[in-house]
């Protein structure tokens, strides 16, 4: 397991934690920077957030009309989010036609939950 030294930066920090190696614990930071990065848009947190707190996997036209954004800028979104892995879809056989259903992820949800978001 890889550690890292905690230097003091601001004079608020505690004096026991500073010099102390803290475990990385095989955690990928530039992915995990990433994945936050894609989630401080607000039109992709307000996807999230109804995703989160729909009971079962809602459709695209849904999306769109529950969160009133054009349907270009909602696929742009949407395709963001699932290349961090944090929506899946899954497609569905309709009348004549397969459409998908969106669902937030359990890894978008768990960074979701330990920032508070709840609707």
């Known amino acids: 397991m890889q550690a890292t030294k905690v230097e003091k930066h601001h004079p608020e920090e ?3 934690m500073v010099g102390k190696e803290v475990p990385s614990n095989n955690i990928d930071y530039e992915k995990m920077a990433r994945d936050l ?3 401080g848009n607000a039109t992709r947190l ?3 957030t109804l995703l989160l707190n729909s009971p079962r996997p809602v459709t695209f036209n849904d999306l769109a009309s529950r969160l009133g954004i054009d349907r270009n800028a909602l696929a742009y979104h949407v395709a ?3 290349s961090c892995e944090l929506v899946s879809n899954t ?3 309709g009348t004549g036609r397969e459409f998908s259903r969106y669902s ?3 890894k978008a949800r768990q960074y979701l939950e330990r920032l508070v ?3």
């Open 46 to 48: 307000r996807i999230l």
């Open 104 to 106: 937030i992820t359990e």
């Open 37 to 39: 990065d894609v989630m």
């Open 14 to 16: 505690s004096e026991e």
């Open 91 to 93: 497609l569905q056989k």
């Open 80 to 82: 963001i989010l699932k």
């Open 117 to 119: 978001i709840r609707g």
